[in-house]
């Protein structure tokens, strides 16, 4: 079992930047990917961005690439987001999800994750 936990969300003006935060625990050496995902009032959640943990080979959507960066920091057990140039189309909860093995499913889809933190809400004004 792998728990994750998300922190450093909160309110930004456009322009500005946030870090976000996943640290992990549990049965954390059976991670392979750990992922963002983000998902806005009424609308379906998306995904972000991923990180492999052993060789950190990044992707990112294409709307926040050039923008965000995914980092980890494996003596933590801790992976992260740095959010720049902040839009308000980015505001939503943000979610950290960990996959722990091959699925049929994409790295950048739902299914592809076996285990999600509750979420840090990221509010950008304009």
């Known amino acids: 079992q792998v728990q994750l936990v998300e922190s450093g969300g909160g309110l930004v003006q456009a322009g500005g930047s946030l870090r976000l935060s996943c640290a992990a625990s549990?049965?954390?050496?059976?991670?392979?990917?750990m992922g963002w995902f983000r998902q806005a009032p009424g609308k379906k959640r998306e995904f972000v961005a991923a990180?492999?943990?052993?060789?950190?080979?990044?992707r990112y959507a294409d709307s926040v690439t050039g923008r965000f960066t995914c980092s980890r920091d494996s003596a933590k057990n801790t992976v992260y987001l740095q959010m720049n140039s902040l839009k308000p189309e980015d505001t939503g909860v943000y979610y950290c999800?960990?996959?722990?093995?091959?699925?049929?499913?994409?790295?950048?889809?739902?299914?592809?994750?076996?285990?999600w933190g509750r979420g840090t809400q990221v509010t950008v004004s304009s």
């Open positions: 999800a960990a996959g722990i093995s091959r699925t049929i499913a994409p790295m950048s889809t739902d299914d592809y994750y076996d285990y």
């Open positions: 549990g049965r954390t050496s059976s991670i392979y990917t």
């Open positions: 990180i492999k943990w052993s060789g950190g080979i990044t």
